[in-house]
């Protein structure tokens, strides 16, 4: 008897070229699941997730979108499904920032991020929903963000685009849970990727400052998220449905 939680699911997922999408897709394709990985601008980062994911013995395949235009969102769905043969798990993770001042946000980059970080999961998941009430089954996971709950000086924009994320969660798990489907969102605290790296190691102030408000005094890592991820997915979670799961060290219970 196998061991493997998601055996046999066929799963799209989007940011998967780095960070916390790439992890999720590895723990995915190592509990057995099938991968469409779509990426971004990353191509070298997307193929390194897709040859991960191969390894593990499974059918995985995938190419880099531009999510700048959220009517691409919807090609990876239609994409993904037509590559598996189906779609069981919808895992939107694709994600951008911009760190600044409220009035110095052009319109373009206001644009931008709400096409990334809030038109785009939420087209995906309308293709990814038309597919999962036919069978009457399906999961649909939000990476969403601990910064969607709080306010943070000079990430107005992004907070504002990750609370999106959260509500959409409610909304879609209200809706789609008579038709089998559970909608979920994880909201990371802190995580290190590379980009992430990169800050701190920029900023290191700003980093040691982060870790003032987190009481297990570290910032996570991809993998931790993705231990997270699977378990949301997972039939031995199918009772949940709408929840917003923050994994922070902590942060937000100050």
Request: aromatic share 6%; with cysteine; proline share 2%.
């Amino acid at each position: 008897m196998s061991t493997k939680r998601i055996e046999g699911q066929k799963v799209v997922i989007t940011g998967a070229s780095s960070g916390i999408g790439a992890a999720i897709a590895k723990r995915f394709a190592a509990e057995g699941a099938s991968i469409w990985a779509a990426g971004g601008v990353n191509e070298e980062g997307l193929k390194k997730t897709i040859d991960a994911c191969t390894d593990e013995g499974i059918k995985a395949g995938g190419k880099c979108y531009d999510l700048s235009n959220s009517n691409n969102a919807a090609t990876v769905i239609i994409e993904g499904a037509d590559f598996l043969g189906g779609l069981d798990i919808f895992v939107s993770c694709a994600g951008g920032r911009n760190h600044k001042p409220l009035t110095e946000f052009t319109g373009e980059e206001v644009d931008f991020l709400f096409e990334v970080n809030s038109k785009s999961p939420f087209r995906a998941s309308i293709e990814a929903a038309k597919i999962m009430k036919a069978q009457k089954s399906g999961r649909i996971l939000i990476i969403g963000s601990i910064h969607a709950m709080i306010g943070v000086e000079n990430n107005a924009l992004y907070c504002t685009t990750k609370a999106a994320n959260h509500n959409m969660t409610r909304a879609l798990a209200t809706e789609l849970g008579p038709y089998g489907i559970r909608v979920n969102c994880l909201a990371p605290g802190t995580t290190v990727t590379d980009r992430v790296q990169k800050i701190h190691e920029d900023r290191p102030k700003y980093a040691e400052s982060k870790l003032d408000n987190i009481s297990v005094k570290r910032f996570a890592s991809p993998d931790e998220m993705a231990n997270v991820a699977v378990f949301m997915v997972s039939e031995e979670n199918d009772f949940m449905n709408g929840a917003i799961v923050t994994s922070d060290g902590g942060a937000t219970a100050l």
